[in-house]
């Protein structure tokens, strides 16, 4: 079992719906990256949490920590929002980020 | 924001010869750089961990004379792939951590490396 796990693997939307892409770990954090990676291969980091509740413009994303579970929303979805979303973990006990095998979102006009 | 400059976004090279790619903090200073490999419909793969001034930490199953790592700044890594081979052929990216902010990440755009 993976320690950080995405769902669903891969996702097809719409233009205009509300996305939510799931992450569960199973590991002490220190923080919870969403990341975004483009068919070219670079990727940005949307958002870094460590307790509640992001929103930056369509996007938010929220986090519980007793549960261990994080949601990435897309509210109003449109085709540039298609990419690989990505959950990554800072753990406690280190420095290096644990990632999730990412969550491929296409979204139609 | 921050960003990392990664170049070069793609090279090809032959078999046997050695490639350099960096990573260079624009507008902060990186403490840490780290260093992924990622295949074809996989996550991000640690190869290795360098500080500022220091050695490299390469991760189990990492050749560390195949892949050298230099972080003589704050501002500059540079992962070099020696007498690269076909099977060295993925898509290598970086991510920096900056000094003053423990828990952030700014990756770069990653180098697509091919050796035929």
């Known amino acids: 079992k993976n320690e950080v796990e995405q769902s669903p693997q891969n996702l097809t939307a719409q233009e205009g719906e509300f996305i939510t892409i799931n992450c569960s770990y199973s590991v002490g954090i220190s923080a919870l990256h969403w990341l975004q990676q483009h068919p070219g291969g670079g990727i940005v980091s949307l958002f870094m949490?460590?307790?509640g509740k992001k929103k930056h413009g369509r996007l938010i994303a929220t986090i519980n920590i007793q549960e261990k579970h994080s949601s990435l929303h897309i509210t109003a979805s449109h085709p540039r929002d298609s990419a690989v979303y990505i959950c990554?973990?800072?753990?406690?006990?280190?420095?290096?980020?644990?990632f999730g095998e990412g969550t491929q979102l296409t979204v139609n006009p | 924001g921050a960003v990392v400059s990664q170049h070069p976004s793609r090279v090809i090279c032959k078999s046997g010869t050695s490639v350099k790619i960096e990573c260079r903090s624009l507008?902060?200073?990186?403490?840490?750089m780290f260093w992924y490999r990622q295949f074809p419909k996989q996550s991000l793969m640690l190869m290795a961990t360098s500080n500022e001034g220091s050695k490299a930490t390469y991760e189990q199953g990492v050749e560390k004379d195949k892949f050298l790592i230099n972080h003589a700044s704050l501002t500059l890594s540079t992962l070099t792939v020696t007498s690269a081979h076909p099977e060295d052929s993925s898509f290598y990216i970086c991510?920096?951590?900056?000094?003053?902010?423990?828990?952030?990440?700014?990756f770069g755009s990653g180098t697509r490396l091919t050796v035929v």
């Open positions: 507008d902060f200073q990186a403490t840490t």
């Open positions: 991510s920096a951590r900056d000094r003053r902010e423990f828990y952030g990440y700014t």
């Open positions: 990554a973990v800072l753990e406690t006990s280190g420095s290096r980020l644990t």
């Open positions: 949490l460590s307790s």
